[in-house]
């Protein structure tokens, strides 16, 4: 849905390591705001293995149409019945899932409550259990 990115489905298929799920929405003004804040994460984080997804239930043209005026660096995830969002307890948005290599929460937040250096820490503690795991 988005240069360089792709749609993402579902965890299948998805290599291990730190997840940060942030819901969202075009008509969501703090959703909106948010956007610069999460865009300097990806960027400031791209070297780790972590992945970030931005994930509305909202229409594919939707999103597409809020994208030609809206940076987002993240990857694009559609959860068109919100499902997804209620499996974590998400009532409002923008709300951020942080998920662990092996699937468990670590964190539901708002996106400024992020801790830069608590994301570093998950994510090269994820990365030293996936190289353990596989015997490097």
């Known amino acids: 849905m988005q240069s360089g990115e792709e749609l993402i489905s579902g965890w299948d298929g998805l290599a291990p390591q730190l997840t940060v799920l942030e819901f969202w929405a075009t008509w969501c003004g703090p959703c909106t705001q948010a956007l610069p804040h999460m865009n300097k994460l990806v960027e400031q984080l791209a070297p780790l293995p972590i992945r970030f997804v931005s ?34 307890g998400i009532n ?7 998920i662990s290599a092996h699937r468990t929460v670590l ?6 409550e992020l801790d830069i250096s608590q994301l570093k820490a998950w994510a090269e503690a994820a990365q030293g259990s996936t190289q353990a795991s596989r015997g490097n």
């Open 107 to 112: 964190q539901i937040a708002r996106p400024h």
């Open 92 to 98: 409002s948005m923008p709300a951020v899932v942080v």
């Open 55 to 88: 994930i509305t239930d909202e229409d594919r043209a939707i999103v597409q149409g809020f994208l030609r005026d809206h940076a987002i660096k993240a990857a694009i995830g559609i959860d068109t019945d919100g499902s997804m969002r209620r499996s974590y």
